[in-house]
């Protein structure tokens, strides 16, 4: 019973931990969510209950109807190309070639430098007189600026390009460590039955591989649904509201706008979707 007890005393931090930055912002953003709350009822502490009264003006705002738009495109384009690139990338460096190491190295520079430093560079490289005209207006490829963060249409899709570069490396290792598990007695034995590299990938690494693989996706669908840092830093989510993810436009109604139960509902319904989306990947996991 002693031994017993001194095994909670070792969790006991964690629990607190989590009691204090897990379940009572989680619970406090939920009650919010349900009062009507403004800066001047914030501060007066005159907040009133109204339900899904927020609920219900969120879902109808074309503003979150874009979001969330945004938010699938952000999400999927991200994930699939984060995939793909690291699974090309883990299949490459599973061979043995020169100068592996230091490649490996420069692969992981995205993850290693501050998202403040990245994000600075994607808005000068993005911007109307950025890198990236410029350098295409040197090939004469182009005669006006392509307006890839001031233009509507497009800033969602030039931050989606920025997210696939910084989460590469995190694809790349946890599938490249994946792959470094599979045997090696299991390649050498198809060889020697005659497949070819693409089937012995077929075959071997992508069915030993789906464990990793799923959980790479669950993660990745967490990191990215919430990305807030990135969105901020370089677009904010402009022009207008027109690249605004959850965590952004959440901040923006906040901050900017001091509807604070607006803005606790819409990072209600963003957990909501993660969990969902959670509990969907990880029934897959179990089929497997």
């Known amino acids: 019973m002693k031994t017993r007890k001194i095994h909670y005393l070792f969790i006991l931090p964690a629990l607190i931990y989590i009691i204090i930055f897990g379940v009572y912002p989680t619970v406090y953003n939920i009650i919010l969510s349900l009062k009507d709350v403004s800066l001047i009822t914030y501060i007066r502490g005159s907040s009133q209950f109204v339900g899904l009264l927020n609920y219900i003006k969120v879902l109808q705002d074309p503003v979150f109807h874009r979001t969330l738009i945004n938010t699938i495109i952000f999400t999927a384009l991200s994930i699939f190309f984060q995939m793909l690139i690291g699974f090309l990338l883990a299949l490459l460096f599973h061979h043995d070639f020169p100068l592996k190491g230091l490649l490996q190295s420069l692969i992981m520079i ?10 600075s560079f994607f808005k000068w490289l993005f911007s109307d007189n950025g890198m ?3 350098f295409l207006a040197s090939l004469g490829m182009i005669r006006e600026p392509i307006r890839w963060i001031t233009s509507e249409s497009l800033a ?6 920025a997210n696939i570069w910084l989460g590469i ?5 946890l599938l490249y460590t994946g792959i470094q598990e599979i045997p090696e007695e299991l390649y050498e034995s198809a060889e020697i039955d005659g497949a070819s590299g693409f089937q012995k990938v077929l075959y071997i ?9 799923v959980t790479t996706l669950t993660l990745g669908c967490i990191f990215t649904i919430k990305v807030f840092d990135l969105v901020w830093i370089v677009t904010k989510g402009g022009p207008g509201d027109a690249s605004h993810l959850f965590s952004s436009l959440s901040y923006s109604l906040a901050f900017d706008r001091f509807q604070f ?6 990072l209600i319904i963003m957990l909501l979707i993660v969990i969902g989306l959670v509990i969907a990947l990880n029934m897959i996991k179990i089929e497997e």
């Open 156 to 161: 969602i899709f030039s931050l989606t390009l």
């Open 261 to 266: 139960g607006e803005s606790a509902a819409v």
């Open 205 to 213: 690494t992508l069915p030993l591989l789906k464990p990793v693989i």
């Open 132 to 134: 990236l005209n410029n």
């Open 169 to 173: 490396p995190f694809n790349f290792i």
């Open 110 to 119: 995205p993850w290693v430098i501050p998202i403040i430093v990245s994000g």
